[in-house]
């Protein structure tokens, strides 16, 4: 049996969209894992290395969200819509893989910064 994916416990500046959207993927590719032998589906690691990739790089797009240049509220994003497709796949027998694995990587987004806000001001002479 494979372990399961926990989220790393690294320092606040390595923290940036894209360790966060890599980190995604090593998620999901765990999440797939014991999905896979959940139902005793076998999957080879490459296999479900390349299918993960696929996956959620078409969630990012059909999202409107970068995945080449990802944001905060682009991977909450898609992290939300993969939850969704995957709750719809598995049903009941996979809702505490889905939270564990969504509550682990929310460990991370949260300590994402925030996207600065710029607001257009005019300014009479």
Do not use: W
């Not at 966060?20 to 998620?27: H, I």
């Not at 999957?43 to 696929?54: F, G, M, N, R």
């Not at 598995?90 to 991370?108: C, N, S």
């Amino acid at each position: 049996m494979t372990q399961t994916y926990k989220a790393p416990n690294v320092q606040s500046d390595r923290i940036t969209p894209e360790f966060v959207r890599d980190e995604l993927l090593t998620c999901f590719e765990s999440a797939n894992r014991e999905f896979a032998t959940l139902l005793n589906q076998p999957v080879t690691d490459e296999q479900l290395k390349q299918q993960v990739k696929q996956f959620v790089e078409s969630v990012f797009v059909n999202c409107g969200a970068s995945y080449m240049d990802p944001t905060k509220e682009g991977i909450l994003t898609a992290m939300n819509q993969c939850r969704t497709n995957a709750e719809k796949m598995m049903g009941p027998q996979g809702a505490g893989i889905i939270q564990h694995h969504y509550d682990e990587m929310m460990k991370l987004v949260d300590r994402l910064p925030e996207r600065p806000t710029y607001i257009a001001a005019s300014r009479l002479v």
